[in-house]
């Protein structure tokens, strides 16, 4: 059975960091494409970004893109999403997500419990 | 970006009652579309894939069709598990986007 459980989320101060956990039981991250999306408040879901399997593939949203990095460690079949530089509008749910298919073109079909973070002064 | 339109935003609907939700691409994503289903305070739940293959799990009572830029998502009997918020979802690209989303309440 797989399961996905995000860490990490907290209240952190506009400029600050913060880094999210994701780990994975019941598959190997090695196989596997594995993507990061948000929600904020009352709001719809929002895809942040992706990591392939080999590791060394990775994209990002235009509204992240210099600010978070998507990283993994194979040895504790986890993934990470190390975010700087946060702002207000980084307030979300994080979820992470595993891929299916071949990359990009891929769906997400099991899906963690999600981590708040909260960017607030 | 691919930007995804979905109507309607919201919907009140009766148990027993087929509901119909739209997404519309701005450009031709093939079918590579994703339908979720999201209750409050849950992570989304895959239902439909590839604009019309079912989840394992899944209802039969949820279908998918549709391809280039026009797709939906169809109820045939909403039952009262059904109530919820869904989203489209594309992923022709390396910037996959999520529609709106719709809200079916129950009336």
């Known amino acids: 059975q797989v399961e996905l459980v995000e860490s990490g989320g907290a209240v952190v101060q506009p400029g600050g960091s913060l880094r999210l956990s994701c780990a994975a039981s019941g598959i190997t991250l090695s196989s596997y494409g594995m993507h990061w999306v948000r929600q904020a408040p009352g709001k719809g879901l929002e895809w942040v970004t992706f990591i392939e399997y080999n590791g060394r593939d990775k994209n990002y949203a235009d509204s992240v893109e210099g600010r978070f990095t998507v990283s993994r460690d194979i040895s504790k079949n986890t993934v990470f999403l190390q975010m700087d530089s946060l702002r207000h509008e980084d307030t979300a749910v994080y979820y992470c997500?595993?891929?299916?298919?071949?990359?990009?073109?891929?769906?997400?079909?099991?899906w963690g419990q999600g981590t708040l973070v909260t960017v607030s002064s | 970006d691919i930007q995804m339109t979905q109507s309607p935003s919201s919907l009140s609907a009766s148990v027993g009652d087929r509901v119909t939700i739209t997404c519309r691409a701005s450009?031709?994503?093939?079918?590579?579309l994703a339908w979720y289903q999201q209750k409050p305070g849950k992570a989304p739940k895959l239902l439909i894939y590839?604009?019309?293959s079912l989840e394992s799990g899944v209802p039969s009572t949820f279908s998918g069709s549709g391809s280039g830029t026009e797709f939906t998502l169809t109820i045939s009997s909403l039952q009262p598990d059904d109530f919820a918020s869904y989203y489209c979802?594309?992923?022709?690209?390396?910037?996959?986007?999520f529609g709106q989303g719709t809200k079916v309440e129950i009336k």
């Open positions: 590839r604009a019309s």
């Open positions: 997500a595993r891929g299916r298919g071949p990359p990009p073109q891929q769906h997400f079909d099991q």
């Open positions: 450009q031709s994503i093939s079918n590579w």
């Open positions: 979802h594309q992923y022709n690209s390396y910037s996959p986007t």
